[in-house]
């Protein structure tokens, strides 16, 4: 073979190892930014549980068993506008920690922004509670946790 030749296969040759380590690099990358998840960070905390006092916690799991309870399953009959209301009415470190307890005990690979979004708030309710989703999305996304 003629050094063209040569150089030519070895820079292919490198283009490819780069390719590949690029691309491997990039899976092994994605990989880890989804098993991070859509987890808002609490503030003045890094983890749903740290630094909140016990009253927190306990809202914060309250409001997330409820609002599971009313979106699971099929959902033909009227919303309960309380839970909605009472967790948009929480305070920044109890919302963020329900959304951060429900995707970790309810979530199913969804948070609670996709959960609120896929639920069907103008048909089973006569009343505002689409806006209240709609409040509570748009606050979610405050603190990074989007649909």
């Not at 092994?28 to 098993?35: F, L, M, N, P, Q």
């Amino acid at each position: 073979m003629n050094q063209t030749v040569k150089t030519a296969l070895i820079i292919v040759v490198v283009l490819l190892v780069m390719g590949l380590s690029a691309f491997l690099i990039g899976k092994y990358i994605g990989k880890k930014d989804e098993e991070s998840g859509n987890k808002g960070k609490v503030p003045g905390a890094t983890d749903w549980g740290a630094d909140l006092t016990t009253a927190e916690s306990t809202a914060a799991q309250s409001h997330a068993q409820a609002l599971y309870k009313d979106m699971k399953g099929l959902n033909i009959w009227k919303r309960d506008i309380k839970i909605y209301s009472d967790y948009l009415a929480s305070s920044d470190r109890v919302f963020v920690a329900t959304a951060n307890y429900f995707d970790d005990n309810y979530g199913k690979g969804d948070n609670l922004a996709k959960w609120l979004d896929d639920e069907n708030f103008f048909m089973t309710n006569l009343d505002d509670a689409a806006s209240v989703a709609d409040s509570i999305i748009e606050r979610l996304a405050k603190f990074g946790i989007i649909v």
